[in-house]
Structures are given as structure tokens and as C-alpha cells.
């Protein structure tokens, strides 16, 4: 009878901790999957990141392109400013508004 007893208190303690290990397995893979979540969305962001990068030192590359003398002066022909073939010099400048003295 005594071994009986002592059967039966070792049970109790043997359920407790198999939901006790299961529950901290449960745990442990749970943490894993939102662990492996993070590194996924971290990676979709540095490859986000690196694209944007990538954008910038393209418009950049255009914006001194466009700002170029050259390209300035290839745009003001096309919009029709040309050299002058004859310069006229203005003479004498006359005074239109009285002084005071």
C-alpha cells in the first residue's frame, strides 16, 4: 500500500513538469518563427534600402548632368537664343531725371 502512495504522489509531479517542458518547447518555437519573421523583414529593408540608394545616385548623376553648361547651352539653342551676329553699343546715356544739388 505504501508503494501505492508513492506512486501516486510521483504522478502528480511528472504531469506538472511534461506540461511545464512542453509549454516552454512551445515557447521556444514560437520565438524562433517571430525571430526568423524579423530577419526576413529586416532583409526586405536593407534591399529597399540599397535600391533607394541606388535611386538617389542616378538623380544626383542627372541633376549635374542637367546643370551642366553644356547642356544648358545646348537647350537655350533649341529654345531659340542664338550668339548676336552684330553688337550695337549704346552712346551717350542722357539724364531723364533731375539732380539735386
Given at each position: 500500500?505504501r508503494?501505492?502512495?508513492?506512486?501516486?504522489?510521483?504522478?502528480f509531479p511528472?504531469?506538472?513538469?511534461w506540461?511545464?517542458?512542453?509549454?516552454?518547447?512551445a515557447a521556444c518555437v514560437l520565438?524562433?518563427?517571430e525571430v526568423?519573421?524579423?530577419g526576413v523583414?529586416?532583409n526586405g529593408?536593407?534591399?529597399?534600402?540599397?535600391?533607394?540608394?541606388q535611386?538617389?545616385?542616378n538623380?544626383?548623376?542627372?541633376l549635374?548632368k542637367a546643370?551642366?553648361?553644356?547642356?544648358?547651352?545646348?537647350?537655350?539653342t533649341a529654345m531659340?537664343?542664338?550668339?548676336?551676329t552684330?553688337t550695337?553699343?549704346?552712346g551717350?546715356?542722357?539724364?531723364?531725371?533731375a539732380s539735386?544739388?
Open positions: 500500500m508503494k501505492q502512495n508513492f506512486k501516486k504522489q510521483t504522478k511528472k504531469v506538472i513538469l506540461i511545464v517542458a512542453v509549454m516552454l518547447t520565438t524562433t518563427i526568423s519573421t524579423d523583414e529586416i529593408l536593407n534591399v529597399q534600402e540599397e535600391n533607394l540608394y535611386s538617389q545616385v538623380l544626383n548623376r542627372e549635374v546643370y551642366s553648361l553644356g547642356q544648358i547651352g545646348e537647350k537655350a531659340g537664343f542664338v550668339n548676336p552684330k550695337i553699343y549704346v551717350k546715356v542722357t539724364e531723364f531725371a539735386l544739388r
